[in-house]
């Protein structure tokens, strides 16, 4: 067990979750950030990294990537733990403490609890491929944290809706990948139209990418998790296929939300949401509050702006529950422009 007590454990290190550690980080408020997979960033990293997002104040435009980064490096101003990689999925309180379990078995204790989940845990959705389980991690991956592990490198992109094509277009765009070969059953894509112009004009005025279209993946061959070859047939005959040499296969085929563990919580959940009170931000149960997505309350809206100022009604209000319940010493309000 993890012995420290933190203020807050933060569920959810997406955009809302980020930014709630730095505002946890203004009252002197020390937590733990958790989330079910292993990059940061929520919605904006996974569903549209390389969109640009034109309503954030003080940009005319951000990518979803950028923005997480610049939310990730605007948290990292104060020492909280990221725990990635671990579903919370039960939530239990003894003696005023709340003790989280995640699917890794790791408990982690804390005072409060702020729950800013979006739509729920997300789960890749994964390809009926045999033995795509022994390349995981290695040369396969459902989602990306490090994109300079494709630098130079030959990579297979299958998906035919946004996260296959932003990605590809990252990977070339940025000279990071050498090729890229970007696979789908049928012409038809669930993309953003600009993008899909950008794609196919890559594709005719550059050797870096090559669509194969109809095609579906097959099999995979290689040796201790490295991948050498992907077999691709034809989805429209299917005695025609094509070994393809790559390095890395991509498989982008949407992400499933879970939001069934936090519904076991206790909380009052309507339609997926957790109804809150929208002048604190508490939930039904005392200590636990929500922000973001995941919270519902009259005249919500779900943008990123709303989920901001949510976490900084949230963090206000929790500072002052710690200080009428745990004694937490008083801070004086500090404007973050007087606080450094
Ligand atoms: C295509 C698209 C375009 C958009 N464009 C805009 C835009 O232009 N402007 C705008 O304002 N908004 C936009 N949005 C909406 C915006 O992305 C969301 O409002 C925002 O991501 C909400 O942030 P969040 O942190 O509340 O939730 P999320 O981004 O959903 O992050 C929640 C995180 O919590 C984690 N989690 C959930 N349950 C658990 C658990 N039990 N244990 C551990 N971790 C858990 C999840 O894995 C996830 O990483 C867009 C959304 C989409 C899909």
């Known amino acids: 067990m993890n012995q420290k007590i933190y203020d807050i454990a933060i569920i959810g290190a997406g955009p809302v979750g980020l930014f709630a550690g730095f505002q946890a980080g203004m009252s002197d408020m020390h937590c733990a950030i958790i989330d079910t997979i292993d990059i940061v960033g929520g919605q904006c990293a996974l569903l549209y990294p390389e969109k640009n997002i034109y309503d954030i104040p003080g940009h005319e435009k951000i990518t979803g990537q950028n923005l997480i980064h610049n939310l990730k490096k605007q948290c990292d101003r104060f020492p909280h733990d990221f725990f990635l990689q671990n ?27 702020l729950v800013v989940a979006g739509n729920g845990s997300f789960n890749p959705n994964k390809p009926a491929i045999p033995n795509i389980e022994t390349f995981e991690n290695k040369s396969v991956f459902y989602l990306i944290n490090d994109i300079n592990r494709f630098k130079d490198k030959i990579v297979a992109i299958a998906g035919g809706g946004d996260s296959a094509v932003d990605w590809t277009l990252m990977l070339l765009k940025n000279k990071i990948a050498q090729k890229v070969y970007f696979i789908h059953r049928r012409e038809d894509m669930r993309c953003h139209q600009n993008s899909l112009l950008e794609l196919r004009e890559l594709e005719e005025n550059t050797d870096s990418l090559e669509f194969k279209i109809p095609y579906v993946v097959e099999n995979l061959i290689g040796e201790n998790g490295e991948l050498n070859k992907i077999v691709v047939k034809n989805f429209l005959d299917e005695a025609y296929k094509v070994e393809l040499e790559v390095d890395y296969f991509l498989p982008f085929f949407g992400l499933a939300n879970d939001i069934s563990m936090i519904k076991k919580w206790g909380l009052n959940i309507q339609k997926n949401k957790i109804l809150v009170d929208s002048s604190n931000m508490k939930t039904n149960l005392e200590g636990i509050y929500a922000s973001g997505d995941i919270c519902e309350y009259g005249g919500k809206t779900k943008l990123l702006v709303s989920g901001f100022h949510e976490v900084a009604v949230a963090c206000h209000n929790i500072d002052k529950y710690l200080i009428e319940n745990f004694g937490k010493k008083s801070e004086v309000f500090h404007y973050s422009t007087s606080k450094f």
């Not at 039960?90 to 409060?112: G, P, Q, V, W, Y």
């Open 87 to 113: 579903q919370v999925i039960e939530l239990s309180k003894t003696d005023n403490i709340f003790e989280l379990k995640t699917d890794k078995n790791l408990l982690i204790r804390a005072k409060t609890i």
